[in-house]
């Protein structure tokens, strides 16, 4: 559903770790391997902003 113009989404940093620790224990084949796929996306997330805002436009 699309947002309005006037709406806002409000996440904090607690839900997009959840979120991101969901996703990588589906993919990774331990604990391990999750974290590390964790920390390279919030590495990413964090050192390249403007390219991320311009992927999911």
């Not at 770790?17 to 919030?42: R, Y």
């Amino acid at each position: 559903m699309p947002m309005d113009s006037e709406e806002t989404l409000e996440i904090t940093v607690g839900d997009l770790i959840v979120a991101l620790t969901e996703e990588a224990m589906k993919l990774a084949s331990d604990k391990q391997e999750a974290s590390k796929v964790i920390a390279f996306a919030l590495t990413h997330l964090v050192y390249n902003p403007g390219a991320n805002s311009q992927m999911w436009h």
